[in-house]
Protein backbone atom coordinates (compact mmCIF):
# COMPACT_ATOMS: atom_id res chain seq x y z
CA UNK A 1 0.00 0.00 0.00
CA UNK A 2 1.06 3.33 -1.11
CA UNK A 3 2.12 5.93 1.65
CA UNK A 4 -0.90 8.93 1.96
CA UNK A 5 0.59 12.15 1.63
CA UNK A 6 -0.71 15.19 4.51
CA UNK A 7 -2.51 17.76 2.44
CA UNK A 8 0.61 19.98 2.91
CA UNK A 9 3.00 17.37 1.07
CA UNK A 10 0.80 17.36 -1.82
CA UNK A 11 0.79 21.09 -1.69
CA UNK A 12 4.46 21.40 -1.20
CA UNK A 13 5.19 18.76 -4.77
CA UNK A 14 2.43 20.90 -6.81
CA UNK A 15 4.47 24.04 -6.00
CA UNK A 16 8.13 22.46 -6.65
CA UNK A 17 6.45 21.16 -9.89
CA UNK A 18 4.82 24.10 -10.48
CA UNK A 19 8.61 25.84 -10.35
CA UNK A 20 10.52 23.39 -12.10
CA UNK A 21 8.17 23.68 -14.94
CA UNK A 22 7.81 27.47 -15.05
CA UNK A 23 10.97 27.87 -16.55
CA UNK A 24 10.88 25.74 -19.08
CA UNK A 25 7.38 27.29 -20.12
CA UNK A 26 8.68 30.83 -20.91
CA UNK A 27 11.68 29.08 -22.33
CA UNK A 28 9.11 27.34 -24.91
CA UNK A 29 7.09 30.68 -25.20
CA UNK A 30 10.90 32.81 -26.27
CA UNK A 31 11.25 30.29 -28.41
CA UNK A 32 8.28 31.10 -30.48
CA UNK A 33 8.40 34.37 -30.72
CA UNK A 34 11.98 34.00 -31.73
CA UNK A 35 10.58 32.07 -34.21
CA UNK A 36 7.83 33.96 -35.34
CA UNK A 37 9.98 37.59 -35.28
CA UNK A 38 12.53 34.91 -37.63
CA UNK A 39 9.69 34.38 -40.37
CA UNK A 40 9.10 37.41 -40.37
CA UNK A 41 12.19 38.72 -41.12
CA UNK A 42 13.15 35.84 -43.52
CA UNK A 43 10.37 37.01 -45.54
CA UNK A 44 11.64 40.35 -45.91
CA UNK A 45 14.71 39.04 -47.01
CA UNK A 46 13.55 36.57 -49.28
CA UNK A 47 11.48 39.35 -51.16
CA UNK A 48 14.76 41.52 -51.19
CA UNK A 49 16.75 38.45 -52.59
CA UNK A 50 13.59 38.48 -55.57
CA UNK A 51 14.22 41.79 -56.45
CA UNK A 52 17.96 41.36 -56.56
CA UNK A 53 17.48 38.44 -58.79
CA UNK A 54 15.39 40.55 -61.08
CA UNK A 55 17.41 43.58 -61.15
CA UNK A 56 20.92 41.77 -61.35
CA UNK A 57 19.46 39.36 -64.40
CA UNK A 58 17.28 42.23 -66.23
CA UNK A 59 14.85 39.95 -65.43
CA UNK A 60 11.03 41.59 -67.26
CA UNK A 61 9.20 41.23 -64.24
CA UNK A 62 8.73 44.87 -63.17
CA UNK A 63 5.32 44.39 -62.24
CA UNK A 64 6.77 41.76 -59.68
CA UNK A 65 9.35 44.36 -58.12
CA UNK A 66 6.06 46.31 -57.09
CA UNK A 67 4.83 43.64 -55.34
CA UNK A 68 7.68 42.34 -53.73
CA UNK A 69 8.13 45.77 -52.53
CA UNK A 70 4.35 45.93 -51.29
CA UNK A 71 4.81 42.77 -49.20
CA UNK A 72 7.95 44.24 -47.72
CA UNK A 73 5.93 47.11 -46.40
CA UNK A 74 3.64 44.95 -45.20
CA UNK A 75 6.07 42.76 -43.39
CA UNK A 76 7.42 45.27 -42.22
CA UNK A 77 4.46 46.66 -40.32
CA UNK A 78 4.54 42.76 -38.34
CA UNK A 79 8.09 43.66 -37.07
CA UNK A 80 7.11 46.11 -34.17
CA UNK A 81 4.56 42.97 -32.80
CA UNK A 82 7.02 40.28 -33.69
CA UNK A 83 9.47 42.09 -31.09
CA UNK A 84 7.13 43.22 -28.24
CA UNK A 85 8.63 40.51 -26.33
CA UNK A 86 12.28 40.98 -25.06
CA UNK A 87 13.74 38.43 -25.95
CA UNK A 88 17.84 38.12 -26.40
CA UNK A 89 19.49 35.32 -24.99
CA UNK A 90 19.67 31.35 -27.31
CA UNK A 91 18.80 31.59 -31.20
CA UNK A 92 18.26 34.66 -31.83
CA UNK A 93 20.84 37.68 -33.07
CA UNK A 94 17.82 41.06 -31.46
CA UNK A 95 20.26 43.12 -29.63
CA UNK A 96 19.14 44.60 -26.08
CA UNK A 97 18.86 48.40 -28.26
CA UNK A 98 15.59 47.40 -29.84
CA UNK A 99 14.12 47.63 -26.27
CA UNK A 100 16.94 49.89 -24.87
CA UNK A 101 15.95 52.45 -28.17
CA UNK A 102 12.50 52.20 -28.98
CA UNK A 103 11.92 55.44 -30.84
CA UNK A 104 15.16 55.02 -33.07
CA UNK A 105 14.33 51.15 -33.39
CA UNK A 106 10.55 52.01 -34.45
CA UNK A 107 11.66 55.18 -36.93
CA UNK A 108 14.14 52.61 -38.70
CA UNK A 109 11.04 50.44 -39.34
CA UNK A 110 8.99 53.64 -40.54
CA UNK A 111 12.08 54.55 -42.46
CA UNK A 112 11.59 50.86 -44.43
CA UNK A 113 7.88 50.87 -44.48
CA UNK A 114 8.26 53.97 -46.75
CA UNK A 115 11.26 52.81 -48.43
CA UNK A 116 9.34 50.25 -49.40
CA UNK A 117 6.59 51.92 -50.98
CA UNK A 118 9.07 54.51 -52.56
CA UNK A 119 10.15 51.40 -54.64
CA UNK A 120 6.64 49.77 -54.95
CA UNK A 121 6.04 53.44 -56.69
CA UNK A 122 8.90 53.30 -59.07
CA UNK A 123 7.55 49.88 -60.19
CA UNK A 124 4.42 50.86 -60.73
CA UNK A 125 5.61 53.64 -63.20
CA UNK A 126 8.06 51.22 -64.41
CA UNK A 127 11.09 53.66 -64.12
CA UNK A 128 14.26 52.03 -64.74
CA UNK A 129 16.28 54.41 -62.84
CA UNK A 130 14.06 55.24 -59.96
CA UNK A 131 13.60 51.74 -59.16
CA UNK A 132 17.47 51.23 -58.76
CA UNK A 133 17.82 53.98 -56.72
CA UNK A 134 14.56 53.44 -54.53
CA UNK A 135 15.86 49.60 -54.06
CA UNK A 136 19.40 50.76 -52.71
CA UNK A 137 17.85 53.14 -50.54
CA UNK A 138 15.47 50.29 -49.51
CA UNK A 139 18.87 48.04 -48.63
CA UNK A 140 20.34 50.98 -46.96
CA UNK A 141 17.29 50.79 -44.90
CA UNK A 142 17.56 47.07 -43.91
CA UNK A 143 21.31 47.37 -43.42
CA UNK A 144 21.31 50.86 -41.57
CA UNK A 145 18.53 48.73 -38.68
CA UNK A 146 20.80 45.38 -38.81
CA UNK A 147 23.41 47.01 -38.05
CA UNK A 148 22.39 48.91 -35.13
CA UNK A 149 19.84 46.61 -33.89
CA UNK A 150 21.15 42.96 -34.87
CA UNK A 151 24.41 41.24 -33.96
CA UNK A 152 26.77 41.41 -35.87
CA UNK A 153 27.88 38.12 -37.98
CA UNK A 154 30.89 37.27 -35.94
CA UNK A 155 28.41 37.34 -32.66
CA UNK A 156 25.55 35.64 -33.97
CA UNK A 157 24.08 32.58 -32.15
CA UNK A 158 24.77 31.02 -35.75
CA UNK A 159 28.29 30.52 -35.08
CA UNK A 160 28.76 29.45 -31.70
Same mark, same amino acid.
Given at each position: ?????????????????????????????????????????????????????????????? #? =?? $? @??????? /????? *??? &? +???????????????????????????????? #? =?? $? @??????? /????? *??? &? +??????????????????????????
Amino acid at each position: MAPTLSPSMRLALVLAAVVVAAPSARAADDVAYVKYRQKVMQGIGADMGAISEILKNGLPFT #A =AI $A @LHADKIG /DSASL *IPT &A +FEKKVTEGATDAKPEIWMEPDEWKGAIHDLEK #A =AD $A @LEEAADD /DDPEA *ISA &A +FKTLGKSCGGCHDHFRKPKEESYKNQ
